[in-house]
């Protein structure tokens, strides 16, 4: 169960009257088939399902989240250039685009040429039309540079270290972290003396390399630099070089099924907690967790699983796990909002000086991120259960243990989701009746929170008939 974190940045400029739309495509299909026969690229728009339960700031933040994409002349200006298609993110058609560009900011626009190549993005909403001006330019200037798939023919026929870097540089502009393969590639155009380099260095550490290869090996010759690069780079840098390098390791070792570079992967991610040996064991395990099962190397997960959530989450009491969780909240929106503030912010002298401007109002560019929920433990606990019974398992020893997890993800957060997980296991363990009970729970639950109750009653049926 994913949650959204609203980040909000504020910038100064007019505000102009919004009142037409955008003309949308039918679909995402039809939107490149257009482009194709047009010459022109796709301008996709990735929204939230609904803005509403996200507008949730401090009292004295006056926001609007109305957006100059409404304006008439974006709107001609939009459509004179580009094909669009504006969705959710819950539309299953562009989910490989948001992988592939790493998109996790919305509302996201993302520019595609129509071979669905991704060749330039933004997001946050704004109120300012100028804004969104100086996007489309930028977007039409990007345009019409080398492709992608172009430098890519360039890279396997040359090989240079030069062609390498033009691919990897345009690659890292659209958002794409995952240069490993290429990263191994450049290392070897290099000569030894070129690891001593500082720039060189986070170049290499920027593409993520594999844990286990030759590129990281290279970069962490000289211990003193990398030393001093994780001294003087700021923290959201060095956050995104591990965990470019956690997640390239990861997937890299799941596609092949390498144990060997997951473990590596697993004990870089372990490395990075220093003399915290807890959060190293967990973060550790937790990598591992994912590979068994991507993989799906059911004995494995189920084995580490049960260590792990024992250890990390069961052995601490309710208050203490929610007094963590709120200084993690409260760490994790300083750096999203440091991050965002080196991208997004302008200085605070330049808002004092626009703010003295006669006629000036204020305008406001609203961000929405993808973040981990404020009731992490609870979420944790309860897919962790909600796994063990997914798995199937018939294990008594292994469903007792997810049932203990669901039932402290309840005395965490008691919401309706939640009572649902447990009312799965207690069945699959054979108290129908507790079973039954907590499904009711879970029912009225879900009408309290006004989400809708149909698949909670169905589940119902089948759990008195002893169908489920």
């Known amino acids: 169960m994913k949650s959204i974190l609203i980040i909000t940045a504020f910038l100064i400029s007019s505000l102009a009257s919004f009142s037409q739309k955008l003309k949308s495509a039918k679909s995402l299909t039809t939107a490149f088939s257009?482009?194709?026969?047009?010459?022109?690229?796709?301008?996709?728009?990735?929204?939230?399902?609904?803005?509403?339960?996200?507008?949730?700031?401090?009292?004295?933040?006056?926001?609007d989240f109305t957006s100059a994409l409404d304006d008439k002349e974006v709107i001609s200006k939009v459509e004179e250039n580009f094909v669009v298609y504006n969705t959710t993110m819950v539309d299953t058609s562009v989910r490989s685009i948001m992988r592939s560009g790493n998109i996790k900011q919305f509302p996201a626009y993302i520019f595609l040429r129509s071979n669905r190549e991704i060749f330039f993005s933004e997001s946050a909403n704004s109120t300012d039309k100028n804004r969104y001006f100086s996007m489309i330019e930028r977007a039409k200037a990007a345009f019409k540079e080398k492709s992608i798939s172009d430098l890519e023919k360039d890279a396997q026929q040359k090989g240079d270290a030069a062609t390498l870097k033009k691919l990897i540089d345009a690659r890292k502009k659209i958002g794409?972290?995952?240069?490993?393969?290429?990263?191994?590639?450049?290392?070897?155009?290099?000569?030894?003396?070129?690891?001593?380099?500082?720039?060189?260095?986070?170049y290499i550490l920027e593409a993520g390399p594999y844990a286990d290869g030759t590129a990281y090996r290279l970069a962490y010759t000289n211990r003193k630099l990398i030393d001093s690069i994780y001294k003087t780079e700021p923290?959201?840098?060095?956050v995104a070089f591990n965990n470019a390098i956690i997640s390239n390791t990861m997937i890299a070792a799941a596609k092949d099924k390498n144990l060997n570079k997951a473990m590596a992967g697993a004990n870089f991610a372990r490395s990075t907690w220093s003399r915290d040996y807890r959060g190293a064991d967990k973060s550790y395990n937790n990598q591992?967790?994912?590979?068994?099962?991507?993989?799906?190397?059911?004995?494995?997960y189920l084995r580490t699983a049960a260590y792990f959530y024992d250890n990390h989450y069961m052995n601490i009491g309710a208050d203490s796990i929610k007094k963590i969780e709120q200084r993690n909240h409260t760490v994790n929106s300083k750096n999203q909002s440091l991050q965002l503030g080196a991208k997004k912010m302008v200085s605070k002298e330049k808002m004092d000086s626009l703010m003295k401007l006669p006629g000036i109002k204020t305008v406001t560019s609203s961000i929405v991120s993808i973040s981990s929920s404020g009731n992490n433990y609870a979420n944790e606990l309860n897919n962790a259960?909600?796994?063990?019974?997914?798995?199937?398992?018939?294990?008594?020893?292994?469903?007792?243990?997810?049932?203990?997890?669901?039932?402290?993800?309840i005395e965490l957060n008691p919401i309706s989701g939640y009572y649902d997980t447990l009312?799965?296991?207690?069945?699959?363990?054979g108290y129908f009746e507790e079973a039954i009970k907590t499904q009711e729970i879970a029912?009225?639950?879900a009408k309290k929170e006004q989400i809708s109750t149909t698949n909670f009653e169905l589940e119902l049926k089948k759990i008195k008939a002893r169908t489920l």
């Open 34 to 63: 257009t482009a194709a026969k047009s010459g022109k690229p796709v301008f996709l728009i990735i929204n939230t399902p609904t803005i509403d339960h996200l507008k949730k700031l401090p009292e004295n933040a006056k926001v």
């Open 385 to 409: 259960a909600w796994k063990f019974y997914e798995i199937g398992t018939k294990n008594i020893n292994y469903l007792t243990k997810a049932m203990l997890w669901s039932r402290r993800s």
């Open 423 to 429: 009312a799965h296991i207690l069945y699959r363990i």
């Open 235 to 238: 923290q959201y840098k060095r």
């Open 443 to 445: 029912i009225e639950k």
């Open 288 to 300: 591992m967790l994912w590979y068994y099962s991507t993989v799906k190397d059911t004995a494995s």
């Open 176 to 202: 794409i972290t995952n240069n490993a393969d290429l990263i191994e590639q450049y290392v070897g155009n290099l000569k030894i003396s070129d690891f001593n380099n500082y720039d060189n260095v986070v």
